[in-house]
């Protein structure tokens, strides 16, 4: 009784804020919801003149075939590599980059410093990849004219697969660390100032204002974004993967989201039912890394989503 009267009383006071709250609703049953009908795909042997309902239903033999295909542990292995790259590299950066611009204490300087970190956040994909490929390209790159005034060979970056990682992992510091570190300098904006004036009073430096005031501060923030980013180890970003690499840099480059793509989209015999399976996999394995740091997180920092 106490839920009906509940839902009763927002009926009748807070009915703008419900019929506010109806478009975005409907966009998340329809975009998200509904779409997960098509993951039955997985499990049949999908033909596109035949329809959904006419094609064969074949259990998880999709899945199977995956488990035994020669390419799984390349793809696997790659795709987990680049993805705790990116967490070990890129995650702890913006806290680094938040803290440091805290400390700056002359305005215009700290602006500059903000906007330059900001902006490679807004350029795309495509141009940020053009541009590494300008800069390293063989022929007229600045790093290979660098390399070979220095009396060295000139390197072909992209057509090596050992400097994929490299590449790759770096591209995505320079274009993320200054977009995110706006919510860590949010909830360094929001610490009680009499802690730090408490602090100063006695004696402490600005070193150690950092490690016991500020950094404690931050970690629940810290918490929620790291169970985020944890989530998406394994959904490392495809369309950058997409443009960067080739066939030449396979063994390092082709994760699971580029290797569905080939193989539902792709090729002369394109595999719908298959490139849908490993992708309910992969979102799987997703779901339960972020199960499994939200149940360390509550139980260790007494920080967790849910």
Not at 291 to 297: A, I, L, Q, V, Y
Request: proline letters at 3%.
């Amino acid at each position: 009784m106490g839920t009906l009267r509940r839902l009763r009383y927002d009926l009748r006071h807070n009915h703008v804020l419900l019929l506010m709250m109806l478009p975005g609703l409907a966009l998340l049953i329809i975009f998200k919801y509904m779409p997960m009908y098509g993951i039955l795909v997985s499990f049949k042997d999908y033909q596109l003149f035949k329809g959904f309902l006419a094609s064969k239903w074949v259990g998880f033999r999709q899945f199977q075939r995956f488990f035994n295909d020669p390419f799984f542990f390349r793809v696997v292995r790659n795709t987990f590599i680049l993805g705790f790259y990116n967490l070990f590299f890129n995650f702890p950066a913006p806290i680094l980059l938040a803290l440091m611009l805290n400390e700056v204490r002359l305005r215009r300087f700290k602006r500059v410093v903000q906007t330059v970190s900001y902006l490679p956040f807004f350029i795309s994909h495509v141009i940020i990849v053009g541009m590494l490929k300008s800069f390293l390209s063989p022929d007229n790159g600045v790093i290979n004219n660098a390399i070979a005034a220095l009396g060295m060979e000139k390197i072909n970056f992209f057509s090596l697969s050992s400097w994929f990682r490299t590449i790759y992992i770096g591209s995505e510091l320079w274009q993320g660390v200054g977009y995110g570190s706006i919510l860590y300098l949010a909830a360094i904006t929001g610490i009680d100032q009499e802690l730090y004036e408490a602090a100063r009073v006695d004696g402490a430096s600005r070193t150690q204002n950092i490690i016991h005031i500020t950094i404690p501060c931050l970690i629940p923030t810290i918490s929620i974004l790291f169970i985020m980013r944890v989530g998406g180890v394994i959904t490392v970003g495809f369309e950058k993967v997409y443009l960067m690499y080739s066939s030449a840099t396979y063994e390092t480059a082709d994760v699971i989201s580029t290797y569905v793509y080939r193989m539902g989209l792709m090729g002369t015999d394109p595999n719908i039912s298959y490139a849908t399976a490993i992708g309910l996999i992969n979102s799987v394995v997703s779901m339960i890394l972020v199960w499994g740091t939200n149940m360390f997180s509550r139980k260790f920092l007494e920080e967790s989503l849910w």
